[in-house]
C-alpha cells in the first residue's frame, strides 16, 4: 500500500488541499480592482494546462463524465459566486461563511444518498468545526446590515456554501466511479473553466490585451493553484468518506485568516485563535478516518 492510500496520507493529501486552498482565494481577494478579468485569466490557465493531459489519461466513464458535466455547471455557479462576493465584502467575512455551511451539510447528505456512515462522535466534530468556522464571520453576519453592499457580500456567501455542498457531493461520487481518479480529475478541470468562460463572453465588456496583462502574473498562479487544490481533495475522495475530509479541508479558512493578516493586512484576533482552536478540537473528535 502507498502511504497516500493510508489514513495519515490521506491527512497529508488534504491539509496540502487545505493549504493551497486559502493561497488561490488569497490571490483572487488581492487581484486588483478587476477580479473579472482576474478570473478569466484564472479559468483558462486551468483549461490550457490540462487540454494535453486529455489525450494522456483514461476516458473516465460515461457515468463519470455525466457527473463531471454537472459539476462543471455547478462551478461555474461557485465562481461567479466567489468572484461577486469578493467583490462586496473582505475575506475574513466571505471565506468562512462560504466554506462553514460545507461540512456538516455534506456529511449529512453523503450518509443519505452515498451510504457513508459516521459516528456519534464524528457527527460532534463535524458540529464543532462548521460552527467554528462560521463564528469568523460573526461580526459580519451581526452587522452586516450596516452597508448594503456587504450585507449582498454576506448574502452571495451563503448561497455559495450551498454551491460548494452540491459539487462536493457530485465530484465525490464522480471521481468514486471513475475509471481512475486522475482521468475524472482532469475532464472536471478541463470543463469547469470552459463554462465559465463561456458565462464570461457575457459579462466581460472589454477584451483588450491591456485588460489582461495586469493580471496575468496572479491569475494563471490562482489557477495553478486552484487545480492542485482540488485534485488532491478529489484524490482524497476517492479513498475515504466525503464527511471528514471536507472537515479537515475546510481548515483553510485557517489558513485563509493567517493569509488574510498577512498578505492582506487583515486583523488576526482573539476571535480566529478560538475558532482554530475550535476546528482543531473538531477534528480530534472526528479521529478523521
Not at 84 to 97: E, N, W
Amino acid at each position: 500500500m502507498s502511504f497516500l492510500a493510508t489514513p495519515e496520507g490521506v491527512i497529508f493529501l488534504v491539509l496540502a488541499s487545505a493549504i493551497l486552498h486559502a493561497g488561490w482565494n488569497t490571490l483572487v481577494k488581492s487581484g486588483g480592482g478587476d477580479r473579472l478579468t482576474f478570473m478569466i485569466v484564472f479559468a483558462g490557465i486551468q483549461s490550457v494546462v490540462t487540454f494535453p493531459l486529455l489525450f494522456v489519461v483514461d476516458y473516465p466513464g460515461h457515468e463519470a463524465m455525466i457527473y463531471a458535466g454537472a459539476s462543471s455547471v455547478i462551478h461555474c455557479a461557485y465562481f461567479a459566486l466567489v468572484y461577486l462576493a469578493y467583490k462586496m465584502a473582505d475575506m475574513s467575512q466571505v471565506y468562512p461563511i462560504s466554506r462553514g455551511l460545507a461540512p456538516a451539510l455534506v456529511a449529512l447528505l453523503a450518509w443519505v444518498w452515498l451510504g457513508d456512515e459516521l459516528l456519534a462522535m464524528q457527527w460532534l466534530g463535524l458540529g464543532l468545526v462548521s460552527l467554528s468556522i462560521l463564528s469568523l464571520a460573526a461580526p459580519a453576519l451581526a452587522n452586516f446590515r450596516q452597508s448594503s453592499e456587504t450585507a449582498r457580500g454576506v448574502g452571495f456567501a451563503l448561497l455559495n456554501g450551498l454551491v460548494i455542498t452540491a459539487y462536493l457531493l457530485v465530484d465525490g461520487q464522480g471521481v468514486r466511479v471513475a475509471t481512475t481518479p486522475i482521468s475524472y480529475i482532469v475532464w472536471v478541470f478541463f470543463l469547469m473553466p470552459m463554462v465559465f468562460l463561456l458565462l464570461c463572453v457575457k459579462w466581460q465588456k472589454s477584451w483588450a490585451w491591456e485588460t489582461f496583462r495586469p493580471q496575468l502574473v496572479l491569475g494563471s498562479l490562482g489557477g495553478l493553484v486552484s487545480i492542485g487544490s482540488y485534485a488532491l481533495a478529489l484524490f482524497a475522495m476517492s479513498l475515504q468518506p466525503l464527511g471528514p475530509i471536507v472537515a479537515l479541508r475546510e481548515t483553510s479558512v485557517i489558513f485563509g485568516a493567517i493569509f488574510a493578516t498577512l498578505f492582506l493586512k487583515e486583523a488576526f484576533g482573539l476571535r480566529r485563535v478560538i475558532a482554530a482552536v475550535g476546528v482543531f478540537l473538531g477534528l480530534y473528535f472526528l479521529k478523521i478516518f
